[in-house]
């Protein structure tokens, strides 16, 4: 089994700063890319931010400049800095990994797995 379990989400004012964390654990073989997506009230599951194991990172354009992904492969963490945020940046926020794992038949599987999502509420 696989669980991905987000933290670091709160509230701040305009114009703060949060700093997300992510951490997968399991029977987990390797990661590939880890990623952070949010959605607000009302509208669809957006992608944030995302990262590949060799450190190759692409952002939505609305985060540009003022988000950082980062991960620690040994630890299969990543990590969320925001920095100048914005009341839009209000929404839970969810980390994803694409991973291989052992199933119940020691083969290898390769999945995309969800954490439970942390909610960033930015007051104006």
């Known amino acids: 089994q696989v669980q991905v379990v987000e933290s670091g989400g709160g509230l701040v004012q305009a114009g703060g700063s949060l700093r997300l964390s992510c951490v997968a654990s399991?029977?987990?073989?390797?990661?590939?890319?880890m990623g952070w997506y949010r959605q607000a009230p009302g509208k669809q599951r957006e992608l944030v931010a995302a990262i590949t194991s060799g450190g190759s990172a692409n952002y939505a354009d609305p985060v540009k400049g003022r988000f950082t992904i980062s991960r620690a492969n040994a630890k299969n963490t990543v990590y969320l800095q925001m920095n100048s945020l914005k009341p839009e940046d209000t929404a839970v926020y969810y980390c994803?990994?694409?991973?291989?794992?052992?199933?119940?038949?020691?083969?290898?599987?390769?999945?995309?797995?969800w954490g439970q999502g942390t909610q960033v509420t930015v007051s104006s």
């Open positions: 994803n990994a694409d991973l291989l794992r052992s199933d119940s038949t020691s083969s290898v599987v390769r999945g995309v797995y």
């Open positions: 399991g029977s987990i073989f390797t990661i590939n890319a």
